[in-house]
Structures are given as structure tokens and as C-alpha cells.
């Protein structure tokens, strides 16, 4: 006999139809074992499915977090989705002009700006302020373009495509903006930004040349950072050197006593290319050599890169140069760097005090004049100790925002306008240059889109956009160049003369702190010869 459970006629709750007499037991371990599976099938997708949306930034899914520092990398066009307060207000900008431009009812088209969106530790390839001041040139050569009288009925619309704070995330990145080429309404044509030196740098550039998207670099300098879809706002780090060269050759610097202070980083291609364009400008006249027994060569780890030990120590380098009387001394590294350099010479027993009449000269090179670099100590320690630091420099915004016949034509209208447009920022915001060197490799491409552009042609492609970058020249009064607040310029054509697209006509000033001090030498300008002047910048 069955018992009372174990029959299914029994069960009260159980509709008659179904109350037929088959393995009873059985029947109740399978039915527990289905809602056991449903239980539990519904508990894995639920966690799984919290687990995967943890991993975005937004609902949109558009950008993922990624590495230990949780970044948010990839691209959109919501000022939201990066989640850094600090970058609100220009985020929110650039997205209001996004907005205007897909009303506006004119032919559109998208340029990414590719570099890091995050700084969370001190090696990162960009400070916040950098990234700041970055993104506001951007939008003001955005806001230029669509709202002025000479747009051809098109508009620019800007993604950010943040790729890490170690530029470590280009891949999924450089994916992403491919298929944006795509889009029917705004397709991507030219990618911007670019700042830094680095091999994962140009891994991205040739990614998207792969599929002939040009990228316009703002900052790069180093001589290898070269593909034919590469093209450089900045000045190479060779031609800063020649700016430097002019400018002791004419000023008078202590060749007899020289040293080079080197940043030994070797995933930086930037300090690393500084490092053979010095030894190559100015090794042999000024006696810098590899000698194991007389070297005038001391290095140091820099503090911009992946924590690799103790960065910024300067010791050893610093008591050899000393030791050696050195007078004049060739900085290959960054603009963090000089800081530490000095104070280190502060500290150093067999440095001590320089003569008047024969200070220590440190050379370098700068983007610009980043307010780091002319901070209150540096000026204490240079001017107690009487040194002098003399700087090849891409942007010189406190002397041009006073114009004078160096000044680049349209800085002050540029620098009125962002000061109009950012008001809350400090008033040297423009010194470390990266506002106007963004703003002109936008600009770079504003003008390339404008002149593709054919009133009912077929939409404007990556393709266009390339092969006008490569077609500008600075006859003719500088026509067809760049309208640029670092002064107008144009890139080097490939099929007629030098490789790298390069810009030309590009003044370099030589800037000398604490005192200023005026060059005899005349201004550098990029590729300008006997035979070849430069129109004014």
C-alpha cells in the first residue's frame, strides 16, 4: 500500500485531472529538483548579469571599467559617462556643441580627442590640469568652427575616447573609433590629441591608419613618432634643438664645461629621443661623450611612467656634474622632472653657489611654460644660487599675450576667447601650451573638412580629411595654412620634401627664467632657410 503522501490522489491541493497514481516519491524529488534548478538558474543570471553591468561606467555601456584603478576606457559622447568632476564643465561644453551641431541641420562629421582621460597616480602620462586645459583648446576650436560664417554648412562633433592614464588601452579604443567611420550621421574622420611620445602611442596611430583614419598629434616632439597618417603640431625635438643651437651660438655658453643630465627611461620614447638629438646637436663641441673614465653623462629614473623604483633621484648625476665644474648642462627629461633637478643641486655639497659672471645654464625643452616648471622654489633656488634655465619652448603665452613682432598673430584673440569661455581658471592656465596646441590640431582638421567639403558632393570621409592635411603651403602669404594660435603653419608635403609631416613655419621662442633675458638670435622657424622665409607667425 502506498502511503497518504506518496499518492498523488491524496494530495488536496492537487487538481483531479492530474491526480493519477505513477512513482509518487520520484515525482516529488524531481519536482523539488526543478525549482532547485530554477532557484538557483535565476540566482547565477542575476549575479552574473549585476557582474557584467558593475563592469561599465554607464548605463550606455559605452565605457568599460578596466585595470586596478577601475578607468574608464573607450568612447562616447556623454560628458556623464567619465565621472570626473574636474572635467564637467568642459565635457558639458563640448557636449552642448554636439548638440547644436546634430540640430543644426548641417552635414556632420566626428573627431575623436584619443589620450588619457584619468590622472590617479603621479607617474600618469597627463596631469588633470593637462587633461583640463586639453580638452578647453578643443572646445574652443569646436566652438570656432561651427558657429563661424565659413563653414561650408558643416559641423564638427567631438567623442572622447579616453585610452588610460598609461595610454595602455588603445586597442579596444582604436576599435571602437573604426567602426564610427560607419555612422550615417556624423561619421568619424580624423582623430586629435595624441600627447605623448610613446611607442603605445604610435601603435594606435598606425591601428587607425590601418582603416586611413589621419590623427593629428597636439604634443608629440620625438623624431621617431612617424606614419604617413601622422601628422605633428608640435615641433620635433630636432628642431627645438636647432632653436637652442641658434640660441648659444649667439648668446655665448661655457663649451669647456658641459655635462648632460639624462632622463634612463627607455619605454619613453620622447626623453629617450632627447637624449641622441642633444649628444647628436651638441656632444662633440661641448665634449659630452660616453667616456667610462671621463663621461659627462649622468642619468636619473624620471617621475612621468610606470613606478619602477625610486623616481626623480638625482644624486649621483647631480655630484658628477658638480664635481666636474660643469657650466653647462643639457636636461634630457620632463617638465616634472626640473624641480627635483634642482633642488637636488641645492642639496648637493659640491654644487654650491655660481659666480655672476658665470651661472650654470640648464638647456631643455618644453611644450610650453608650465607653471610647474616656474614655480616659487625654482625661482628661489635659481636665483640664490644664480642659475639660469634657457628652454626651447612650443608655446610662449605670457610674452605673446603681450603681443610684440614674435607673437603669433592670433594668439591674443585665442587667449581672450578662452579666457572669456573659462573664466573660473587660474590666469596662467594658458602657459603649458596644451590648450593652444589642442586647439590647433582641431583647427588643423576644421580647415582640412573645409576645404573637402563640395556644396551637394558626397559626404566628407577620412580619406578627404587625409589628403588635405597634406596639402597646405605657406606661400602666398600663408593662404592655405593652418589658422593656428601658436602661429599659422602648414605640414611638411611628403611627396616634395622632408618625411614626417612635421609642421612648417612653426616658431619656436627660446625662453629664459628667472631673469628674461633677450636672444640676439633671430626666432626659429621650422624648415625656414636663407632661400625660404617664413611669412609672419
Not at 129 to 155: M, S, W
Not at 233 to 243: G, H
Request: proline share 7%; glycine share 8%; charged share 25%.
Amino acid at each position: 500500500m502506498r502511503g497518504r503522501w506518496t499518492d498523488r490522489r491524496n494530495w488536496p491541493w492537487l487538481p483531479r485531472r492530474i491526480r493519477f497514481r505513477v512513482f509518487g516519491l520520484i515525482d516529488v524529488i524531481a519536482l523539488w529538483v526543478v525549482v532547485g534548478a530554477l532557484v538557483g538558474g535565476g540566482a547565477w543570471w542575476g549575479v552574473d548579469t549585476y557582474l557584467d553591468h558593475r563592469n561599465y561606467c554607464s548605463d550606455s555601456h559605452e565605457l568599460r571599467r578596466m585595470g586596478s584603478s577601475d578607468e574608464c576606457i573607450g568612447v562616447t559622447e556623454r560628458p556623464d559617462a567619465l565621472g570626473d568632476p574636474d572635467l564637467k564643465d568642459v565635457l558639458g561644453r563640448i557636449a552642448g556643441e554636439n548638440e547644436i551641431a546634430e540640430k543644426s541641420g548641417k552635414r556632420q562629421v566626428s573627431v575623436a580627442v584619443v589620450m588619457p582621460y584619468t590622472a590617479r597616480t603621479p607617474g600618469a602620462a597627463m596631469s588633470p590640469e593637462l587633461i583640463r586645459h586639453a580638452l578647453q583648446g578643443a572646445y574652443a576650436a569646436q566652438h570656432v568652427f561651427n558657429t563661424g560664417p565659413n563653414t561650408k554648412d558643416t559641423a564638427i562633433r567631438l567623442v572622447f575616447a579616453n585610452v588610460g592614464e598609461y595610454l595602455n588601452y588603445w586597442s579596444p579604443v582604436t576599435r571602437e573609433l573604426v567602426a564610427r567611420t560607419e555612422d550615417e550621421q556624423a561619421p568619424l574622420v580624423a582623430a586629435i590629441g595624441f600627447p605623448n611620445s610613446d611607442s603605445r602611442t604610435l601603435d594606435a596611430v598606425r591601428s587607425l591608419a590601418k582603416h586611413r583614419i589621419p590623427s593629428v598629434s597636439a604634443a608629440l616632439s620625438a623624431n621617431g613618432m612617424e606614419d604617413q597618417y601622422l601628422f605633428k603640431v608640435s615641433p620635433s625635438n630636432r628642431q627645438f634643438a636647432e632653436a637652442l643651437k641658434g640660441y648659444v651660438d649667439a648668446n655665448g655658453m661655457n663649451r669647456a664645461k658641459a655635462f648632460m643630465i639624462a632622463d634612463s627611461r627607455k619605454d619613453d620614447d620622447y626623453v629617450s629621443n632627447l637624449r641622441n638629438v642633444f649628444y647628436e646637436e651638441f656632444g662633440a663641441e661641448y665634449g659630452i661623450d660616453h667616456d667610462p673614465v671621463d663621461g659627462r653623462i649622468g642619468r636619473y629614473q624620471g617621475k612621468k611612467g610606470p613606478q619602477q623604483g625610486k623616481t626623480g633621484v638625482f644624486g649621483q648625476a647631480v655630484d658628477a656634474m658638480c664635481s666636474a665644474g660643469t657650466r653647462t648642462v643639457f636636461l634630457a627629461g620632463r617638465d616634472a622632472d626640473l624641480e627635483p633637478f634642482l633642488r637636488s643641486i641645492r642639496l648637493t655639497t659640491s654644487c654650491g653657489d655660481y659666480p655672476k659672471d658665470d651661472p650654470l645654464s640648464i638647456l631643455r625643452v618644453s611644450t610650453g611654460r608650465d607653471p610647474g616648471t616656474e614655480s616659487p622654489e625654482i625661482r628661489r633656488i635659481a636665483e640664490n644660487m644664480n642659475i639660469q634655465i634657457v628652454t626651447a619652448a612650443a608655446v610662449d603665452a605670457p610674452r605673446w599675450d603681450h603681443g610684440g613682432e614674435q607673437a603669433p598673430g592670433r594668439f591674443q584673440d585665442f587667449a581672450a576667447a578662452y579666457e572669456g569661455s573659462f573664466p573660473h581658471e587660474r590666469h596662467n592656465a594658458l602657459n603649458d601650451g596644451y590648450a593652444a596646441m589642442f586647439h590647433d590640431a582641431l583647427s588643423a582638421v576644421n580647415r582640412a573638412v573645409y576645404q573637402a567639403y563640395e556644396d551637394g558632393g558626397p559626404p566628407v570621409t577620412q580619406d578627404d580629411v587625409n589628403r588635405q592635411l597634406g596639402q597646405g603651403s605657406p606661400s602666398d602669404k600663408c593662404a592655405q595654412c593652418v589658422p593656428a594660435a601658436t602661429g599659422d603653419f602648414t605640414f611638411a608635403d611628403e611627396l616634395e620634401g622632408p618625411k614626417g609631416h612635421w609642421p612648417v613655419c612653426k616658431p619656436v621662442p627660446i625662453v629664459t627664467f628667472p631673469k628674461e633675458n633677450r636672444s640676439k638670435s633671430p626666432l626659429y622657424r621650422t624648415y625656414e632657410s636663407a632661400s625660404s622665409t617664413c611669412p609672419a607667425p
